[in-house]
């Protein structure tokens, strides 16, 4: 009953959000930037309550630490928000028909948005932002990893809210409890959208149980193939930062992919790697190419399982091809459809990478780590969707609204 209550306050809130100006809430919006980086100390220790509960080898443990430049990047991003323009309110298209109705399709909010999140406090940030901007109300569902770094984040939103005038329940966060997300999943008429952030395992059961409809993100299996034109210098280094940037985010490297002619320039494409203690599963061709120049400690032979796995640590997976097909037909059995990216000179090569390889970023001779809103000049987002349905890639301001069609008239009736 408790938590009826919470979603009926929020679903409240929510509309009271259609009478506020965009002014009102870049006011809210720059006050919290500031005050988030005022209140660093207060955050910082709290996270680190979490991290101690936390083994220090556990992928999440980097996506639940929060510092003191983390926090100042999360501020950045909110103020890029600020600074974007409203998503609500755009006319998407206007007509007259001969009847003299005037029909309008304008962007709206989606009303209520739910995130259920593991481990990512900075999360909680990103989502009130982008979810005020775009004139929603949230409910956050995070896990009980990060539980009092989510409670203080929360704690520095309300006071900013309530110094404005705003409705507290603009965001609210719920217990960790697993029955907490089953009312969650099930909370139709309270809630009008789902974006699962985190396992694989965590977006399988949300969209398995959902009452809710569900937008998929996280999950990311990105594979890089240097091509048999590959440079192997700009190859080195999409393949260092892809993999060892922040190894624990989704849009990190967890296969190579090398066609055959290549396996000499294998070792000084992957050398760098070393440096960070990167393990390598790799086939038969590619360790025979790889040994006795990559650290045998740090090199082992691949197994079925160690492609198409998220590896979310300083490992990764190297494949072997015979041709740019056998490339594309690897990519298309193992990707999650999140990033992938050739290494290539050759211009019909990248084109046909291009078109066909689906996943919902593409690149060619850039790093998978550039899969993120505020690179894509989004100011920051909510998730990486992988999906086709609504929304795909960074999803940010746009991708929070829906729409409706606003019809004007004189008196019209349609004729029997």
């Given at each position: 009953?408790?938590?009826k209550?919470?979603?009926?306050n929020?679903?409240?809130?929510?509309?009271?959000?259609?009478?506020?100006?965009?002014?009102?809430?870049?006011?809210?919006l720059?006050?919290?930037?500031?005050?988030?980086?005022?209140?660093?100390?207060?955050?910082?220790?709290?996270?680190?309550?979490?991290l101690?509960?936390?083994?220090?080898?556990d992928?999440?443990?980097?996506?639940?630490?929060?510092?003191?430049?983390?926090?100042?990047?999360?501020?950045?991003?909110i103020?890029?928000?600020?600074?974007?323009?409203?998503?609500?309110g755009?006319?998407?298209?206007?007509?007259?028909?001969?009847?003299?109705?005037?029909?309008?399709?304008?962007?709206?909010?989606f009303?209520?948005?739910?995130?259920?999140?593991?481990?990512?406090?900075?999360?909680t940030?990103?989502?009130?932002?982008?979810?005020?901007?775009s004139?929603?109300?949230?409910?956050?569902?995070?896990g009980?990893?990060?539980?009092?770094?989510?409670?203080?984040?929360?704690?520095?939103?309300?006071?900013?809210?309530?110094?404005?005038?705003?409705?507290?329940?603009t965001?609210?966060?719920?217990?960790?409890?697993?029955?907490e997300?089953?009312?969650?999943?099930?909370?139709?008429?309270?809630?009008?959208?789902?974006?699962?952030?985190g396992?694989q395992g965590?977006?399988?059961?949300?969209?398995e149980?959902s009452?809710?409809?569900?937008?998929?993100?996280?999950?990311?299996?990105?594979?890089t193939?240097?091509?048999?034109s590959?440079?192997?210098e700009?190859?080195?280094?999409?393949?260092?930062?892809?993999?060892?940037?922040?190894?624990?985010?989704?849009?990190?490297?967890?296969?190579?992919?090398?066609?055959?002619?290549?396996?000499?320039?294998?070792?000084?494409?992957?050398?760098?790697l070393?440096?960070?203690?990167v393990?390598?599963?790799?086939?038969?061709?590619?360790?025979?190419?790889?040994?006795?120049?990559?650290?045998?400690?740090?090199?082992l032979?691949?197994?079925?399982?160690?492609?198409?796995?998220?590896?979310?640590?300083?490992?990764?997976?190297?494949?072997?091809?015979?041709?740019?097909?056998?490339a594309?037909?690897?990519?298309?059995?193992?990707s999650?459809?999140?990033?992938?990216?050739?290494?290539?000179?050759?211009?019909?090569?990248?084109?046909m990478?291009?078109?066909?390889v689906?996943?919902?970023?593409?690149?060619?001779?850039?790093?998978?780590?550039?899969?993120?809103?505020a690179?894509?000049?989004?100011?920051a987002?909510?998730?990486?969707?992988?999906?086709?349905?609504?929304?795909?890639?960074?999803?940010?301001?746009?991708?929070?609204?829906?729409?409706?069609?606003?019809?004007?008239?004189?008196?019209q009736?349609?004729?029997?």
């Open positions: 009953m408790k938590i209550r919470q979603l009926q929020v679903l409240n809130a929510s509309r009271k959000l259609n009478l506020v100006s965009e002014e009102e809430i870049n006011k809210v720059l006050d919290l930037a500031n005050e988030a980086e005022k209140q660093t100390g207060f955050i910082l220790k709290e996270n680190e309550e979490d101690s509960r936390m083994d220090i080898s992928p999440k443990y980097d996506r639940l630490k929060l510092t003191a430049e983390r926090i100042k990047g999360i501020a950045a991003d103020r890029n928000v600020a600074s974007l323009p409203c998503p609500v755009r006319v998407l298209s206007e007509t007259t028909r001969p009847n003299g109705l005037k029909i309008t399709k304008i962007s709206v909010p009303g209520v948005i739910g995130i259920i999140y593991e481990a990512r406090p900075n999360v940030f990103d989502v009130f932002s982008l979810c005020l901007k004139g929603n109300a949230c409910i956050l569902k995070g009980s990893d990060a539980i009092y770094s989510n409670k203080a984040i929360l704690k520095v939103i309300h006071k900013i809210l309530a110094k404005h005038g705003f409705d507290r329940n965001v609210a966060l719920l217990p960790a409890g697993r029955d997300t089953n009312e969650m999943l099930n909370a139709r008429g309270f809630i009008d959208l789902i974006i699962p952030r396992s965590l977006i399988d059961f949300v969209r149980n009452k809710i409809p569900v937008i998929e993100t996280g999950a990311g299996i990105c594979h193939y240097f091509d048999e590959g440079d192997q700009k190859g080195r280094e999409i393949v260092y930062n892809a993999k060892t940037r922040r190894p624990s985010v989704c849009n990190a490297l967890d296969c190579l992919i090398v066609h055959r002619s290549r396996l000499a320039n294998l070792p000084y494409v992957a050398s760098k070393a440096q960070d203690e393990i390598i599963y790799a086939d038969i061709e590619a360790f025979s190419a790889l040994e006795g120049y990559y650290p045998g400690h740090l090199l032979p691949a197994t079925e399982e160690s492609f198409g796995t998220e590896f979310l640590s300083l490992k990764m997976a190297v494949k072997t091809v015979s041709c740019f097909e056998e594309l037909s690897h990519i298309a059995r193992y999650s459809k999140h990033s992938e990216s050739i290494v290539s000179e050759d211009k019909e090569n990248i084109s990478f291009l078109k066909m689906d996943a919902s970023s593409v690149y060619a001779n850039v790093s998978t780590a550039f899969t993120d809103g690179q894509f000049g989004l100011g987002e909510i998730g990486i969707s992988t999906q086709k349905l609504h929304a795909r890639g960074p999803m940010a301001l746009e991708e929070l609204t829906s729409y409706k069609w606003i019809i004007e008239g004189n008196g009736v349609r004729p029997k």
